[in-house]
């Protein structure tokens, strides 16, 4: 299994931007499917985007216009480009990597998450 790592979290005010990365492993171009989620504070983890090896992105309702995920294959790093952060976006972000879809739905592979990076939004 592919172990990331996830980094760039921070404290940013609401509106602001930051850019989130998952460093792979392995050729994340040998990787089928990955996808960001993120987790709140006593809660499970939820889905925030998803990226298809064919290249289709989705996204959670919730940040759909604010988020982009994007690969960088030369660095085996995927990005989470999140702006127009809002205080409810305030989360643990974790990527999850080689993930299967099912019905359109991105399923996680459970051995590929990695630490995750705090993301706080002050108001």
């Known amino acids: 299994q592919v172990r990331p790592v996830e980094s760039g979290g921070g404290l940013v005010q609401a509106g602001g931007s930051l850019r989130l990365s998952c460093e792979a492993s392995?050729?994340?171009?040998?990787?089928?499917?990955m996808a960001w989620y993120r987790q709140f504070p006593g809660k499970q983890r939820e889905f925030v985007a998803s990226?298809?090896?064919?290249?289709?992105?989705k996204y959670a309702d919730s940040v759909k216009g604010r988020f982009i995920i994007s690969p960088d294959k030369d660095k085996n790093t995927l990005y989470l480009q999140m702006s127009s952060l809002k205080p409810e976006d305030t989360a643990v972000y974790y990527c999850n990597l080689g993930g299967t879809y099912v019905s359109g739905t991105y399923l996680p592979d459970s051995r590929s998450w990695g630490q995750g990076t705090q993301v706080t939004v002050s108001s």
């Open positions: 990226l298809s090896r064919g290249g289709v992105k």
């Open positions: 392995r050729i994340i171009s040998s990787i089928v499917h």
